[in-house]
């Protein structure tokens, strides 16, 4: 089965859609805020998604493009700018970020009410609490609404993630346990990484390597989820080498048009939390 994201996030529109009306009634200058350093080919082909998706269900959006070079302080007065105006409903920087930037003091210049895509420590700590009020980075919360708007069953299932990081690997991690899953994170000092995803019941990638992982990674009767976004001669692919993989396994997530058309969904849902 492919697993595609266009058909969960369609859903997730519609909702949104009614909520931005209501909202614009009251303040039509209702608006998310971008933050994009650079031009990394991955944030602009992610703002573009989202900038779309803000015009389909009627949002605002500002996007502020600065150097890379930019030092934190200037960021964090941009982003405080911002962050103060009653019209804006939430605040997304692109990460990685640029080196010289830590990400924690960046976090924390984002209120916690603005903080759509869980940066701010507060919002780190809530998520690892359990709180009902948390929300998680976007990324992993999309592959969450991927799975369930499919029916994968997680409750006691082997979940294997490959990738460790703060944006994806760690708060996936969480989101899976208070599901009851049983959950592996693997990562590039992981010894004999097959032997581990083989034998996950669901294989959720995210390493940012063309086409690294073939069919002898998974199990027959496995899911297989892949985040990763590459960019190579041939357009953008992922992890997973989806030709071989596909007719193998039990289900399997395209990219593009997999977990980051979700992505988008969620962010903008997070934007619009409790705001009506
Ligand atoms: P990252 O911080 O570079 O993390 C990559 C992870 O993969 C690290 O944990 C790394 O291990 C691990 N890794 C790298 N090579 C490996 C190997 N050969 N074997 C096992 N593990 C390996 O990247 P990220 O920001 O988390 O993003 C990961 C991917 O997701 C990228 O392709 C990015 O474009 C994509 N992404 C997609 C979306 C979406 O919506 N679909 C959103 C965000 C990011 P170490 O920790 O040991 O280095």
Not at 47 to 69: D, F, H, M
Not at 129 to 144: F, H, K, N, Q, S
Not at 170 to 180: G, I, M, R, V
């Amino acid at each position: 089965m492919k697993l595609e994201g266009a058909k969960a996030a369609a859903q997730i529109k519609n909702d949104l859609s009614e909520q931005c009306k209501k909202l614009n009634q009251k303040n039509s200058d209702s608006k998310i805020v971008i933050f994009r350093l650079g031009n990394n080919p991955d944030d602009i082909s992610y703002e573009q998604r989202i900038l779309k998706n803000c015009r389909e269900i009627g949002l605002g959006t500002k996007v502020v493009s600065l150097a890379e070079s930019i030092t934190q302080d200037d960021f964090i007065k941009e982003i405080t700018h911002y962050d103060k105006q009653d019209s804006v409903l939430g605040i997304l920087i692109f990460r990685p970020l640029p080196k010289h930037l830590d990400e924690r003091i960046i976090g924390e210049a984002i209120s916690a009410e603005r903080d759509i895509d869980c940066m701010n420590p507060l919002n780190l700590k809530k998520l690892l609490l359990g709180d009902l009020t948390r929300i998680a980075p976007c990324t992993p919360e999309a592959v969450m609404e991927l799975l369930k708007f499919y029916d994968i069953p997680l409750k006691s299932k082997h979940v294997v993630i490959v990738n460790r990081s703060m944006v994806l690997g760690k708060p996936l991690a969480l989101l899976l346990l208070e599901e009851d899953a049983t959950v592996t994170i693997c990562h590039s000092k992981t010894e004999d990484l097959i032997r581990m995803t083989s034998q996950a019941d669901i294989v959720i990638t995210g390493i940012g390597k063309p086409k690294f992982f073939g069919k002898e990674y998974f199990k027959s009767d496995s899911t297989v989820i892949d985040v990763g976004i590459n960019f190579t001669q041939e357009g953008m692919c992922g992890d997973v080498d989806f030709e071989s993989v596909n007719e193998y396994v039990s289900a399997i997530t395209p990219v593009p048009g997999g977990v980051g058309t979700v992505t988008s969904m969620v962010l903008l849902k997070h934007a619009l939390r409790g705001k009506e």
